[in-house]
């Protein structure tokens, strides 16, 4: 039975491409495999070269499988960064037929000809023929196969707050996180492992009298008991601005079927923040040093203290500093022959050193030159030792090229990097934010110096500080890797330094280091160290890339958390929405609006519905929701500055009781809404404006008042959604409307109060249609009553509720302009016809734009305009007006309608120079419809010129 | 994510305010078309310190004026408009 | 370069020499000078422009100056959308005469740039959003330029990962689709462009930035830089995101504003998006890279930064609307985002003419577009460079539109960048 710091006993049964295996509560995947004697877990992206476990951590490159079945795969999992589950399922990737005879292994052989950027160089021709081989490279690349179905998991989003956020639970997280609980802070504590202790789940180190892992866990009960938050399994992804830090929970592992959330993305507001994330252990670069039985150090005292599983029968350590010997002792206690120690360094000194040289061979000035393989694993080592070469037979090679402390964070967060050359480590220099880095990630490795009074006892003695590894010099034939995942090897750095692509940016880009889903962990200081010495500088002068978050991958369903389905985005429902739905109305989109676009009757198509209702209206009376529309109250002795400002139009002479169309104009003079504007009271003004426009014209009356007019004596009240409108048209609208309020009904442009079913309302006088109409504004929550009563009494005398559609065919008759068709956010006043209605005293926004040379000439520019359809086939709505069929467009229809008044078809346009154009024959022409069909243009405005509808 | 100290409410996330414009692009109703289009039209655009108005829009609706480093994104000061 | 032609055959040269021969794509340049004409900024706007100064106007004391390592910028952090499907005319012009650039670009800088003209599609999701691109297809066909109303069954042999219920939030009705756009390698256009021009005599200075203007008068008359004073007869800015702050170093001031684009890409999987996908209801869109990553984006961060970072929000709706569209999303994983600056114009196109200053030209305000005109800008700069005219492409869209009224705006927007 194996024993550990990690595992628990209980057994538990996986599959690994299709065969079962035991493993045991605690282990992650990569653990079991080995426990198991598999060694070989995937195939290289470029070369396809057998790979197996380098790390024990999220700093895995290569032993990447896929998850989960079905809905749940979950592809490019490190096997070191899932823990066990019952019943987990897990395939290797990336290769065919199988793992062990992979045709991808072809590329090994050709791959003198697929250099690091090759396809740079090659591949010409026309785009179709290097679609063609694209087609092979994008089949090729990719690791993982992508699910095809949606996800079943669910994902939330939470947010905390908290004085001291500690991202770390290993020995420097726990006692900074003590102290902040014992200080009386808010803390929470995020850890990416399963289990809190960092380095102490891979050291023989007991502290106050137990177990480094048990001390870790009981540390974490007190932290909980005093308050503090606790997420295990949880990585800080990001740190943005004012420390606000972003961190991923897995709820459940990856393939594993959630009953509650999968994942939480925390959203964190940090007073101050701790980093105690450790460091990375960086590889050795020799040749062929990526073969399965190549780990790094640490990894195999992980798998041997934490997890109980020799990494192998005997292993050669191949470091440059202390810290590996460490793993030589932790594998002897499972009965692993040491076949020797090769430290890089000439004369190693010190406790720890002296320990091992009693009890293993330890070679000075020695290193590696070259990973032996048989098959598919480690068969030996050729080391040099001074200048002998020697051959070790080992099916277990663990190296170290020292520590690189992990200050992604503290770089997201705008922190400075020094650099320690005893180290050969960038160590965190100067936070730009309230943050602190102890532990490893400050390069103190010393578990006395965060520990403090606890009593530490480490047969090994404390750690003390590394040094970098040494540089390949290519002493043996083979590639030399430094970034595992994307295969790129020391060859193709020193290619890259050849062709000029020195800076570390553009090295990574043409070779593609650290690009991969490690995101560079273990190769990046390698890299640079290779770099630098390429380029005869001394290391931080080769630069070092930016961090970006997010630190390890993060699952989309985890950014998306709640917004998804129906959920994806807000849905903004009228109040009449139910009583829509029981007439049985159509929806359709307006922005986030959903409106009623017909009221189908069956067997009808949705051009009769609109005809027939917009005839309706016509004829009869009708009642449509425009509830959306905007609605802003200003009131004051200074209200009338604040309308002057925003409407372009005359405004100080409407008398009270009276409305008027009206247009705001942005700064820039071009039409940014239009709507009505009532006057309610000498001091209190009613403004209507577009569904589409409202949060646009809230934000600029507020501008308008608070900062041109420097907070006038007037208030400015969004009440779109006080009140529910409903239009109320036709020749019989007039009469029934006064037998339902009881009172004569207002003047055409007139305003009056009245009741309607009991409820107040406000009744406006304005006609979008251009039959006799009336707004009625009721109380949001009263508007059911008045809606029904409305339309029973149009019902009455045969009309009925009418919907957007024929809304749309009423004004195109009419030539109202509509903001984002006709007014399209390019088209001053003029364009669109109302030239005339400015207020010629200025002082509304946009004034100052219109005197522009351009625009107070209108001559060029597209005019609104009517167009006929000359034979009555329906004019395609966006189609382009041309002269002849095939040339360049001279204007657009911007919207189509059949004639309601009348048969036939017509719409309204945008037109150069349309105005003088009145008679003229176009197409207009539409080839993604195939359409083309000949109109007039004319008037825009096709019924009732004189207005004899609005009178009584 | 920015934490913008609005005078009125206290810190609050970014997400709750708007940016406007440069404080010095305000268009005044009574400005000259020429000053105006100006004010409209050019920008410093400082890569550094430059005196911004925003909005808090989902909070107390105050109009504010920062004074905020577009590299850094430190905010020195806020005053109400 | 010279003997060091790209090719298949060279390839296998490299490989039996175990890719030793190589020599560099481009020199490190000193600034020597005086120059015929300085560039500032070696972006994929800049090197392109130098290209075609020597290649098209035979000027070849020419100097790309810029401040770091060149495609740093935006040119390196862009989402690679290549097209010229848009509303305006003048835009449309200006951008397909860039497309068919790209059509040729490999060969043209014997660099494979990876163009790949794999479909550029716009989603429609409503009755109105179709007639919308149905319009906007009309346009494009009318000015020669391709494009492809199709239906619903069409977008999902396209797509067929998209989430087609016909009740999903945004129900996808039809597409518009160029099928000569597509994607680019980014990196690859910078360093193309970098080693043609240098291969013709250009200057490349990387780590040299400009601190100041040379000036006689209202002339200018060269740059200032961290490695010294040059002399040009000729300055043409082209900065992106810097240039406010570059045009400030003359005394202008540009109806311009920096603000941050964030985008994101996924882990690297099989194939399982052929095409590019936007959606302009949604302001997201997304693609795969030959590498297998999903690269995606959408809305920018709506204040003005310089900072190349912005907050996660952004990242989280332009996720969440991809993955309505295609759900299979929602199971990869993001490996890494990033951001840029971009040159907000205020009208949302381009400028690219004369300043005030005589000698000094613009190239600027690519708003979150630049990356599809690189060639075409490049040539189109070249030109006025040159000759001091503007080609009649680029002639629309001088920095006087402004005050005279005479803006092209795509989107119909208006000044302010953060309602674009």
């Given amino acids: 039975m194996r024993a550990g710091l990690g595992i628990d006993g209980e057994a538990m049964r996986f599959t690994f491409d299709g065969k079962a295996y035991w493993g045991v509560d605690g282990d992650t995947l990569a653990a079991a495999l080995m426990a198991n004697g598999v060694r070989l877990l995937a195939r290289s992206f470029k070369y396809h070269r057998p790979r197996g476990i380098m790390a024990m951590g999220v700093e895995e490159p290569s032993a990447l499988v896929t998850l989960g079945e079905g809905a749940r795969a979950e592809p490019n999992v490190r096997a070191s960064d899932v823990f066990l589950y019952p019943g987990l399922v897990a395939m290797s990737q990336n290769a065919w037929p199988s793992l062990r005879h992979d045709v991808g292994a072809v590329n090994s052989l050709v791959s003198a000809l697929i250099p690091a950027g090759f396809y740079y160089k090659t591949f010409f021709g026309p785009p179709s023929r290097w679609m063609i081989y694209e087609r092979f490279i994008r089949r090729a690349a990719g690791l993982g196969r992508p699910p095809q179905v949606a996800d079943p998991d669910r994902y939330g989003h939470r947010a905390a707050f908290c004085d001291v956020l500690v991202v770390g639970a290993g020995p420097a997280g726990l006692a900074a996180a003590l102290r902040a609980v014992e200080a009386g802070r808010r803390v929470i504590l995020v850890e990416q492992d399963a289990l809190p202790g960092g380095s102490l789940l891979r050291e023989n180190v007991t502290i106050d009298g137990v177990p480094g892992a048990k001390w870790a866990a009981r540390a974490v009960g007190r932290i909980r008991a005093a308050g503090g938050r606790v997420l295990m399994r949880t990585t800080a992804t990001g740190h943005w601005d004012d420390n606000f830090v972003t961190a991923v929970e897995r709820r459940v592992e990856p393939g594993q079927t959630s009953r509650g959330l999968a994942q939480v993305l925390w959203k964190l507001r940090c007073g101050d923040v701790i980093l105690a994330s450790g460091a990375l252990e960086r590889p050795l670069v020799f040749a062929d040093n990526d073969v399965p039985g190549i780990m790094l150090a640490g990894a195999a005292r992980a798998l041997a203290l934490r997890y109980g599983v020799a990494p192998g029968r005997r292993a050669v350590i191949a470091t440059s500093h202390d810290e590996a010997y460490r793993t030589a002792f932790a594998l002897a206690g499972l009965g692993v022959e040491i076949v020797a120690i090769l430290d890089s360094r000439v004369d190693p000194q010190g406790p720890l050193v002296n320990a091992a040289r009693a009890r293993f061979p330890v070679l000075v000035d020695a290193r590696p030159l070259r990973g032996l393989r048989r098959g598919v694993a480690l068969a030996g080592v050729e080391a040099i030792v001074g200048t002998t070469r020697r051959r070790f037979v080992a099916d277990c090679l663990a190296m170290s090229g020292g520590m690189s402390p992990v200050l992604h964070l503290h770089r997201q967060a705008g922190g400075a990097l020094d650099y320690d050359a005893a180290r050969g480590a960038f160590l965190p220099g100067a936070a730009r934010q309230r943050q602190v880095t102890v532990g490893a990630a400050a390069g103190e490795h010393d578990l006395r110096a965060f520990l403090g009074p606890a009593s530490i006892d480490d047969p090994l003695g404390p750690v003390v500080p590394a040094e970098p590894g040494p540089i390949w010099r290519g002493e043996a034939r083979g590639k030399a890797f430094v970034d595992f995942q994307n295969d790129v090897t020391t060859a193709d750095l020193a290619l890259a330094q050849r062709e000029g692509y020195v800076s570390v940016e553009h090295t990574k880009r043409y070779t593609t280091l650290g690009m991969g889903t490690d995101q560079g962990k273990l190769g990046a200081m390698v890299a640079l160290a290779q770099i630098a010495d390429e380029r005869g500088l001394p290391l931080p002068e080769a630069g070092l890339t930016m961090f970006r978050p997010p630190y390890t991958p993060v699952t989309l369903g985890a950014f998306a958390g709640p917004a998804r389905g129906d959920h994806a985005a807000p849905i903004r429902r009228l109040p009449l929405a139910e009583a829509h739905d029981a007439l049985g109305a159509l929806w359709v989109p307006a922005g986030a609006w959903m409106r009623p676009r017909v009221y189908l009757r069956p067997g009808e198509s949705l051009g009769e519905a609109s005809l027939r209702e917009a005839r309706m209206v016509r004829s009869l009376a009708g009642v449509v929701d425009v509830s959306s529309l905007a609605k802003f109250e200003i009131a004051g002795p200074d209200a009338l500055a604040v309308v002057e400002a925003v409407c372009a139009t005359p405004v100080a002479r409407l008398g009270v009781g009276r409305g008027r169309y009206t247009v705001m104009l942005r700064e820039d003079g071009m039409v940014m809404d239009d709507g009505t504007l009532w006057r309610l009271a000498e001091d209190r003004w009613l403004l209507t404006g577009s569904t589409g426009g409202a949060a646009r014209m809230a934000r600029h009356l507020s501008y308008v008042a608070d900062i041109l007019l420097a907070r006038p004596r007037a208030a400015v009240i969004n009440v779109s959604e006080h009140w529910a409108g409903l239009a109320f048209a036709g020749p019989r609208a007039a009469g029934l409307l006064a037998e339902l309020t009881g009172q004569p009904v207002p003047a055409h442009m007139g305003l009056a109060q009245a009741t309607i079913a009991g409820a107040p309302v406000r009744v406006l006088a304005a006609s979008y249609s251009g039959e006799r109409a009336f707004e009625v504004h009721v109380p949001a929550y009263r508007a059911a009553g008045v809606f029904a009563a409305l339309v029973r009494a149009a019902r009455g005398v045969g009309g009925g509720v009418y919907g957007l559609d024929a809304m749309d065919h009423l004004r195109v008759e009419k030539g109202h302009v509509v903001i984002g068709a006709e007014a399209d956010g390019r088209a001053i006043p003029a364009d669109l016809g109302l030239g005339g209605m400015l207020r010629t005293s200025g002082g509304f926004v946009g004034w100052q734009a219109l005197t522009r040379p351009a625009l107070a000439d209108c001559a060029g520019r597209r005019q609104l305009v009517g167009v006929t359809s000359i034979d009555g086939v329906p004019i395609p709505e966006g189609a382009m007006l041309v002269v002849r069929e095939g040339e360049e467009p001279v204007g657009h229809v911007t919207t189509s309608a059949p004639r309601v008044a009348g048969e036939g078809a017509i719409g309204l346009g945008l037109l150069v120079d349309g105005g003088a154009r009145h008679g003229e024959a176009l197409l207009a022409w539409s080839p993604t419809r195939k359409q083309c069909v000949p109109v007039q243009v004319g008037v825009p405005l096709f019924y009732d010129a004189e207005g004899a509808r609005y009178r009584d | 994510m920015l934490l913008i100290p609005c005078p009125h409410c206290g810190p609050r996330i970014q997400e709750e305010f708007a940016y406007e414009r440069s404080a010095d692009s305000v268009v005044r109703l009574d400005d000259a078309p020429a000053v105006a289009m100006t004010a409209l039209f050019s920008r410093a655009n400082l890569r550094g310190e430059e005196a911004e108005i925003w909005v808090h829009a989902q909070g107390c609706g105050q109009w504010l004026r920062l004074t905020r480093d577009r590299m850094s994104h430190a905010i020195r000061s806020v005053e109400p408009l | ?420």
């Avoid at chain 3, 835009?91 to 397909?96: F, G, I, K």
């Avoid at chain 3, 200032?224 to 007869?233: H, P």
């Avoid at chain 3, 299979?328 to 949302?348: E, H, K, P």
Wanted: glycine share 14%.
């Fill in chain 3, 1 to 420: 370069m010279g003997a060091g032609r790209y090719s298949a055959l060279s390839l296998l040269r490299g490989a039996l020499g175990g890719h030793r021969h190589w020599g560099r794509a481009w020199r490190a340049g000193e600034p020597r000078g005086p120059y015929d004409v300085i560039v500032i900024g070696g972006g994929g706007h800049g090197l392109a422009t130098a290209y075609y100064l020597a290649k098209e106007h035979g000027i070849r004391r020419v100097a790309v100056i810029e401040k770091g390592w060149i495609g740093g910028g935006n040119t390196g952090r862009n989402t690679t959308i290549v097209r010229s499907n848009y509303r305006q005319p003048q835009l449309q012009r200006l951008l397909e005469y860039s497309l068919k650039l790209w059509h040729g670009l490999s060969d043209e800088l014997n660099y494979n740039v990876m163009f790949s003209p794999r479909g550029a599609l716009f989603l429609g999701h409503s009755d109105a959003d179709m007639a919308r691109l149905a319009e906007r297809g009309d346009a494009l066909i009318a000015m020669g330029i391709d494009a492809d109303l199709i239906d619903r069954d069409a977008v999902a042999r396209l797509v067929p990962l998209f989430d087609m219920r016909r009740d999903a939030r945004w129900p996808i009705e039809g597409g518009l689709i160029q099928r000569r756009g597509g994607t680019a390698r980014h990196d690859a256009v910078a360093w193309g462009f970098a080693r043609a021009a240098d291969n013709l005599g250009v200057d490349i200075i990387e780590n040299c930035e400009v601190t100041g203007f040379l000036r006689d008068g209202n002339r200018v008359t060269g740059v200032r830089t961290t490695r010294g004073d040059i002399a040009a007869g000729r300055t043409g800015i082209c900065v992106a995101g810097n240039s406010g702050h570059v045009a400030g170093l003359a005394g202008l001031k540009l109806p311009i504003e920096s603000h941050t684009l964030q985008a994101w890409v996924t882990e690297p999987v099989k194939p399982m998006i052929d095409t590019v996908v936007m959606s302009q209801t949604l302001h997201c869109y997304f693609s795969q890279s030959d590498k297998g990553g999903i690269v995606g984006g959408g809305d920018p961060d709506f204040f003005p930064s310089y900072a190349q970072r912005g907050a996660p929000i952004r990242l989280e709706d332009s996720i969440a609307q991809a993955i309505s569209l295609v759900p299979a999303l929602s199971r990869l994983r993001m490996v890494r985002s990033w951001a840029g600056v971009t040159d907000m114009s205020f009208d949302g196109s381009p400028i690219i003419g004369e300043t005030p200053l005589d000698g000094l030209y613009l190239n600027g305000g690519w708003c979150y577009g630049g990356f599809k005109a690189t060639p075409g800008s490049g040539r189109l700069y070249a030109h006025l460079l040159a000759t001091g005219q503007s080609h009649p492409i680029a002639a629309p869209f001088d920095l006087a539109r402004f005050a005279q009224g005479r803006t092209i705006d795509e989107a119909g927007a208006g000044p302010m960048p953060q309602n674009r």
